[in-house]
């Protein structure tokens, strides 16, 4: 049986005002119909770091993720404030296609289009305005480098995308997000469809983005968690249990829940 826990929060870190912070979330409320799937979620994210969503399935990690670039607005009511640059960016009002410009998202799954490496990362640039082709073409070459696959695919920017390995599909979606020059980059597992070898590669890229980009990623993977992010939120039914710097995470948990997920008891 689920052991029962506290949802006080006592472990859950707030950041001093000398740490610049990219957003933050406060009293983050997520409904579906009846479904109460995030409760009171109040979570700052350093700029220029990655931080780590990690819990159980279910515990509303990618729900707490897809709100803060308001991808749930119609499969869900979302309440709380989203603070990003001083603007709630939860308020009814904001342009959602702006604030996905500025908050790129990478699912689960590389999805890439069925078009060309080159078209995958032209489509979205020639939607949201960009005409020149040298400006174009530089931003391929800039984002494609920025996910560490330049080198890979620089002859061949006009096969299909779909000929590309599954760990390069995404490191191409990494780039078609990056190519619209965001400065928050949101990911969700996006190594749980890869194979060791790509994720190694995915993760190097993620490393080296955060110098420019920050990031916030939700992963089953604790090692993946202890590799990347600089601190680590537990999520746990739909309450954010703990956050602190991830290396207190794994090695000096702070309360049961946590010490019971780390440890294997549960999830
Ligand atoms: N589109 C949806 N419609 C209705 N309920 C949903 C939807 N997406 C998630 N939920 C519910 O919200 C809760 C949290 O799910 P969520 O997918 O956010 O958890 P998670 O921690 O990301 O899980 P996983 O690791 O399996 O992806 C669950 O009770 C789930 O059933």
């Not at 500025?102 to 489509?123: C, D, L, T, W």
């Not at 954010?240 to 702070?254: G, L």
Request: aromatic content about 8%; proline content about 4%.
């Amino acid at each position: 049986m689920l052991k029962q826990y506290s949802f006080e929060k006592t472990a859950v870190q707030t950041f001093p005002d000398n740490v610049s912070l990219a957003m933050r979330t406060e009293n983050l409320q997520v409904f579906y119909g009846a479904n109460h799937a995030m409760h009171d979620a109040d979570l700052g994210f350093p700029k220029n770091q990655i931080t780590a969503l990690i819990g159980a399935s279910g515990s509303g990690k990618s729900t707490y993720l897809r709100s803060l670039n308001r991808m749930n607005d119609n499969i869900a009511t979302v309440t709380g404030k989203i603070w990003y640059h001083g603007v709630d960016i939860n308020e009814p009002n904001v342009n959602i296609y702006e604030i996905r410009r500025h908050i790129g998202m990478v699912f689960q799954r590389p999805n890439p289009f069925a078009k060309s490496i080159r078209e995958n990362i032209v489509y979205a640039l020639k939607a949201n305005g960009f005409k020149g082709k040298a400006e174009l073409e530089e931003r391929v070459e800039t984002s494609l480098k920025g996910a560490a696959l330049w080198d890979e695919v620089k002859d061949s920017l006009d096969k299909s995308a779909l000929a590309l390995s599954g760990g390069q599909q995404q490191r191409l979606c990494i780039a078609r997000s990056i190519a619209m020059e965001p400065d928050v980059l949101l990911l969700d597992e996006p190594c749980s469809a890869l194979d060791p070898i790509s994720t190694v590669k995915v993760e190097e890229t993620l490393l080296e983005l955060q110098k420019k980009y920050s990031i916030i990623i939700v992963t089953h993977n604790m090692q993946q968690a202890a590799r990347v992010s600089s601190q680590c939120a537990f999520f746990h039914l739909g309450h954010v249990m703990e956050y602190t710097p991830t290396a207190t995470m794994f090695s000096n948990p702070q309360i049961p829940a946590t010490q019971d997920y780390i440890s294997g008891s549960f999830g």
